[in-house]
């Protein structure tokens, strides 16, 4: 049986531990239950100048219920510090609750299959960091599938799956439940939250998305797919003001 009957989770994604999870709240914060790790990363640039890995940054001591900013306007980032009572920021809900699939467009390879969700980009760049997933995917051979590997499982927001074309079964790696401030200073911006291992993301409305290994929340405000991110950070040029 499930441990979740009720939610619906992703192929490919495993819920994490009912005591974690994220709780949308009506024009405030992300309240964050069960005490995951929290912590900065930066998104480092490859020899090629482009997106290479995800380098470890600042670690935050997690509280059994935290307050992680959404507004963009705190000056205690990641968490929050009242800010959003004091600013005029739309932070209304607009994304669908449909599963990410539904939206995804399909790109075949020989061993492959691709599937892309736009709407949920959150411009971290592997896709496209000197070669692109797109045309990657479609290529025969190892090391492009290797590639297009590497390039899906860091999608910060999970808007790529890769699917195996034999048993149409996804080519996910499980993730820790954690969440991670994401840094890019190769746009000279911070980023979106990385909501990670399947953390259930609750709305204000007490209505649950979709559960998914990778996922990313919007931290600056500025999305108009909230709560997720759709990449607005970087032409807001976003910073939260961590050291
Ligand atoms: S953090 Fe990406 S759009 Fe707000």
């Keep these: 049986m499930s441990q979740h009957p009720i939610f619906v989770i992703q192929q490919g994604s495993s819920a994490a531990p009912d005591t974690i999870y994220i709780q949308v709240t009506a024009n405030g914060p992300y309240k964050v239950y069960g005490k995951p790790p929290l912590q900065q990363v930066f998104i480092e640039k490859n020899a090629a100048g482009q997106s290479g890995r995800y380098a470890a940054g600042k670690t935050f001591t997690s509280k059994p219920t935290m307050y992680l900013c959404r507004c963009g306007h705190s000056k205690?980032?990641?968490?929050?510090d009242g800010s959003h009572a004091k600013v005029e920021v739309d932070l209304a809900e607009r994304a669908s609750f449909e599963p990410l699939l539904n939206g995804s467009m399909e790109i075949d390879g020989p061993k492959q299959i691709l599937t892309d969700n736009e709407h949920y980009c959150g411009f971290s760049r592997f896709c496209d960091n000197g070669k692109r997933v797109w045309n990657e995917v479609q290529l025969a051979g190892k090391e492009h599938e290797q590639l297009t590997e590497f390039m899906v499982h860091n999608c910060v927001a999970g808007r790529l799956l890769l699917w195996d074309k034999d048993s149409m079964q996804p080519i996910e790696t499980p993730l820790d439940a954690e969440i991670w401030a994401v840094e890019d200073p190769g746009m000279g911006c911070s980023g979106p939250l990385m909501v990670r291992g399947g953390i259930r993301v609750e709305s204000g409305d007490g209505t649950s998305y979709e559960i998914r290994n990778r996922q990313a929340l919007c931290r600056c405000g500025m999305s108009s797919n909230k709560p997720f991110?759709?990449?607005?950070?970087?032409s807001v040029k976003y910073q939260d003001g961590i050291e």
């Design 76 to 80: 205690n980032a990641p968490f929050c």
């Design 229 to 234: 991110c759709d990449g607005s950070h970087a």
